[in-house]
């Protein structure tokens, strides 16, 4: 399967790190035909070799003296789709649940399969109070809600723990938010989406991460890509656009 790749000119905020240093440098996409229809779109953090990530935010580092609201959405008909299994049936991932499943689910980082070539969840993610409705927490509750969208601001993160970074050779990257981005050679897995819908359909990623580096200063940074898959006749083009890219950084 060929992508074809159009690429807009975009201008950063702020300058990122190269991503030879020990920093967050913005997010890369992978987007893959689904055997069963569709397809299936996997967001990485590219990061330093020796990072590790410590959550995905969608609300501000800073507030309320420096507001930033982030989001996720996609234009496709019934959104990031998620499996009929009540198992499953959240965003939260299963155990060792994978890149190739129908199943949309958010992650910090997760493993990676030497003997198949898949990137796996970590099922050890929560999602944060941007998830709850009422006292139920959507991020990880079955049929509670959320089930095809995610809620505006909301992140999610591990809990007294970080995920290393891993190294993305062979990742076969469609869309990055930055040069730096498309060019890192590791990271982690923050998001699998399945979309079923066959037409063309846009994928919006605005989002941070925190970032603990090798000394054990931690960083954050949010930055935006915007990118479009083209479904057509025994191939799939797409076309990525850098819109209206900013990126920010804050050490700590």
């Known amino acids: 399967m060929q992508f074809r ?22 997010w890369t996409a992978s987007v893959r035909m689904a055997a ?28 309320p003296s420096d507001i930033y609201v982030g989001y996720v959405a996609t234009t496709a008909s019934g959104g990031f ?8 049936a959240a965003w939260r991932p299963g155990s060792n649940q994978g890149w190739n499943s129908y199943d949309s689910f958010l992650t910090v980082g997760g493993g990676y399969s030497t003997a198949t070539g898949a990137w796996l969840g970590n099922s050890a993610t929560v999602g944060d109070p941007g998830w709850v409705v009422g006292d139920t927490n959507t991020f990880s509750t079955a049929g509670s809600g959320n089930a095809n969208n995610i809620p505006l601001a909301a992140g999610w993160y591990l809990i007294g ?19 730096e981005a498309a060019a890192g050679g590791f990271g982690m897995l923050v998001a699998h989406f399945y979309i079923s819908d066959p037409l063309p359909s846009m994928v919006i990623w605005n989002m941070g991460a925190s970032v603990r580096r090798p000394d054990g200063s931690t960083m954050q940074s949010n930055s935006a890509f915007t990118f479009q898959v083209i479904p057509a006749p025994g191939a799939m083009a797409l076309l990525a656009a850098a819109a209206g890219v900013s990126a920010r950084r804050r050490r700590t």
Do not use: C, H, K
């Open 5 to 26: 790749l159009a690429t807009a000119s975009a201008s950063a905020v702020v300058a990122l790190a190269s991503a030879a240093q020990a920093d967050m440098v913005g």
């Open 36 to 63: 069963e229809g569709g397809y299936f779109v996997d967001v990485f953090a590219v990061t330093g070799q020796g990072d590790s990530l410590l959550n995905v935010y969608g609300g501000s580092p800073n507030a």
């Open 81 to 88: 789709r998620q499996s009929t299994n009540p198992d499953l």
């Open 161 to 179: 723990t970080a995920s290393p970074a891993r190294a993305l050779a062979g990742l076969n990257r469609v869309a990055s938010s930055t040069a």
